[in-house]
């Protein structure tokens, strides 16, 4: 990914769904515009979830994603079935792609009633419409197959069904301005950090540069939070933490906030003074990403963990890990020096994350600044309906450093 690429967490991701051979990999290499996706006639070319970056303008970067076939058989199908439900549970929206030859099955009645429950616009296209003849009025089609929908219990308008045709390039714009009209309306504009300090102030970022710091650039939360302060207009000051003590010097103390690096939150902590307020990249990613409060009741787990307890350090990216990695030394060194306790850790990276928490007493997460809102929220979602405590990386380490509080006053104010 170059340096000013959107990342893959940043993008509204769009999943393509269906039955096999119903025309999912035609319809989004028409969209794309690239032949993203193998098409043939045979029924389940697509065996694995298939992703494509691209602009949607005017709606901005998405992420495209072909999914197998819903309506797959076998040991291998069901496990093809199970890897399109993990997209649709990290999927901002979803294209419904079916057969217009065909009537409604139950695997295609199963996708609309999940995304109706958990929440996802969607759009229902019915492809091959070209075969059909000419004959067929389209706006007679459309009530019927509504009125079809409407009579398996499935409510769906007619705003949200189209129509296509892939090979002569029928109503494929359609399809790309129906999905810009449906995530306007769901969009929502959220902020890392610069609705929580006035226009013009200074935030000083403290940006430690050691063997686990990526050798030419620095990481996607430090980018992020630096332009979106460029953006607002603020000025942003960015030191290690070695000349921090010199840089408020220099700024004589008017600074309106200072974000640190978690791994190095105690030492800067006795650097700043008091009366200028203190965070973290990592807590603010849980504010951005949607879970600070589930986070901030989930750290009180980390006091009443006992011998034998096994925690779970989930990121979501995958690197190659150094001899002091966060995750797999740093945390589990600190969390058992707190503690006294004998504890047991298991690591997990990228997209993996179990489905059954139930063997770990909490769940540390990082930032999550690779996935999408949706995915992290989905995470958070099956720790607390399993009774398992979630929270992040930057609180954990506040906690354990004794300044969780001042960590978190500026966005609890």
């Known amino acids: 990914m170059s340096l000013n690429a959107t990342p893959s967490g940043e993008r509204i991701h769009i999943g393509f769904f269906g039955r096999r051979n119903a025309g999912k990999s035609s319809l989004v290499n028409a969209v794309t515009g690239q032949n993203l996706s193998i098409v043939s006639s045979h029924k389940g070319t697509t065996t694995d979830p298939v992703q ?6 005017p709606l901005g970067p998405v992420m495209v994603v072909d999914t197998p076939g819903f309506d797959d058989e076998g040991d291998l199908g069901r496990l093809r079935i199970q890897k ?3 997209v649709l549970g990290k999927v901002d929206m979803a294209v419904l792609v079916m057969d217009v030859l065909e009537p409604i099955i139950e695997s295609e009645k199963q996708l609309i009633e999940m995304f109706m429950d958990r929440d996802i616009p969607f759009l229902i296209v019915f492809s091959k419409w070209d075969l059909l003849g000419d004959v067929v009025d389209e706006g007679v089609m459309l009530t019927g197959k509504t009125r079809e929908m409407s009579r398996l ?3 769906v308008s007619e705003e949200q069904v189209i129509f296509a045709t892939v090979h002569k390039q029928e109503n494929i714009t359609l399809v790309k301005e129906r999905i810009i009209k449906l995530m306007k309306d769901f969009a929502e504009e959220r902020f890392i950090v610069k609705d929580l300090i006035p226009d013009g102030d200074t935030v000083v970022m403290v940006i430690p540069i050691d063997s686990g710091a990526p050798k030419g650039r620095i990481i996607l939360p430090q980018q992020q939070v630096l332009r979106e302060l460029l953006d607002a207009g603020k000025m942003a000051v960015a030191v290690r933490e070695s000349e921090l003590e010199e840089a408020l010097k220099r700024l004589e103390n008017k600074v309106s906030l200072v974000i640190t690096d978690s791994q190095v939150f105690e030492a800067v902590e006795k650097i700043v003074p008091e ?4 965070t973290s990249f990592s807590i603010l990613m849980s504010r951005y990403k949607g879970f600070f409060d589930v986070a901030l009741d989930g750290i009180k787990k980390i006091d009443n963990l006992e011998d034998g307890d096994c ?8 690197h190659h890990r150094q001899c002091d990695d966060i995750g797999t030394v740093k945390i589990p060194k600190w969390l058992t020096d707190y503690t006294g306790k004998k504890l047991e850790f298991e690591n997990t990276l990228g997209r993996d994350f179990p489905q059954d928490l139930s063997p770990y007493a909490m769940v540390i997460h990082c930032g999550g600044c690779m996935l999408n809102e949706r995915e992290v929220l989905r995470r958070m979602s099956r720790a607390v309906n399993q009774g398992v405590p979630f929270t992040n990386y930057g609180m954990a380490i506040a906690r354990m450093k ?3 509080e001042r960590s978190i006053e500026i966005i609890k104010k």
């Not at 494509?52 to 303008?57: C, R, S």
């Open 402 to 404: 004794g300044i969780l």
């Open 311 to 318: 925690i779970l350090i989930a990121e979501g990216c995958t």
């Open 153 to 155: 219990g499935l409510e």
């Open 84 to 86: 399109a439900k993990d």
């Open 275 to 278: 009366e200028i307020p203190l």
């Open 52 to 57: 494509k970056a691209m602009e949607l303008l």
